[in-house]
């Protein structure tokens, strides 16, 4: 009986019989035939004055594809699909202020436009605006620490980015 059973549930999954279907919520993202992709360094355009902040963010989201593991990186030559990435703008605000208007916390917003294109097509798949922030401890206008959020606001927005790419919700 047992045999039986096992045998009429590989024969549901094999032939997908209507109504025994598997079932997900990953959409169209990735698409289909897109194995490989391609991510140069990002263009900034934001005029923030930090010269490695394009291949800081770059290698950053290189390394979250990487562990994600769901697109090989590859030159923009030989792959399927390009992520282009500009920095459009980078914000330092107040976070936190104190009795006395002490600025304990600050807070580093990032906004980043990307643009995912299917280079096999040569179709434009998708153009999004992201948007995050990284805060860190401030005294004044003591800056020093200013590098800590934005390690923060790339994190965030690179997580944010390969949860686009690779998934449809």
Same mark, same amino acid.
């Given at each position: 009986?047992?045999?039986?059973?096992?045998?009429?549930?590989?024969?549901?999954?094999?032939?997908?019989?209507?109504?025994?279907?598997?079932?997900?919520?990953?959409?169209?993202?990735?698409?289909?035939?897109?194995?490989?992709?391609?991510?140069?360094?990002?263009?900034?355009?934001?005029?923030?004055?930090?010269?490695?902040?394009?291949?800081?963010?770059?290698?950053?989201?290189?390394?979250?594809?990487?562990?994600?593991?769901?697109?090989?990186?590859?030159?923009?030559?030989?792959?399927?699909?390009?992520?282009?990435?500009?920095?459009?703008?980078? +914000?330092? $605000?107040? /976070?936190?202020?104190?009795? %006395?208007?002490?600025?304990?916390?600050? &807070? #580093?917003?990032?906004? =980043?436009?990307?643009?995912?294109?299917?280079?096999?097509?040569?179709?434009?798949?998708?153009?999004?605006?992201?948007?995050?922030?990284?805060?860190?401890?401030?005294? +004044?206008? $003591?800056? /020093?620490?200013?590098?800590? %959020?934005?390690?923060?606001?790339?994190? &965030? #927005?690179?997580?944010? =980015?390969?949860?686009?790419?690779?998934?449809?919700?």
């Amino acid at each position: 009986m047992r045999i039986i059973s096992l045998i009429l549930l590989a024969a549901l999954i094999y032939f997908q019989i209507p109504g025994c279907g598997v079932y997900g919520f990953r959409g169209n993202n990735p698409p289909k035939g897109i194995n490989s992709i391609a991510v140069p360094t990002a263009k900034d355009i934001s005029g923030f004055s930090s010269p490695t902040l394009p291949e800081t963010f770059t290698e950053r989201l290189k390394s979250r594809i990487i562990s994600d593991n769901t697109f090989r990186l590859a030159d923009k030559k030989i792959s399927d699909a390009v992520l282009n990435c500009t920095i459009t703008n980078v +914000g330092d $605000d107040v /976070s936190v202020i104190t009795t %006395g208007d002490n600025v304990t916390q600050r &807070k #580093i917003i990032l906004t =980043i436009k990307v643009s995912f294109e299917d280079l096999k097509k040569q179709k434009l798949i998708w153009e999004k605006n992201f948007q995050n922030y990284g805060e860190y401890p401030s005294s +004044g206008n $003591d800056f /020093s620490r200013r590098a800590d %959020g934005v390690a923060i606001a790339i994190e &965030k #927005i690179s997580e944010d =980015i390969v949860i686009e790419l690779t998934s449809n919700w």
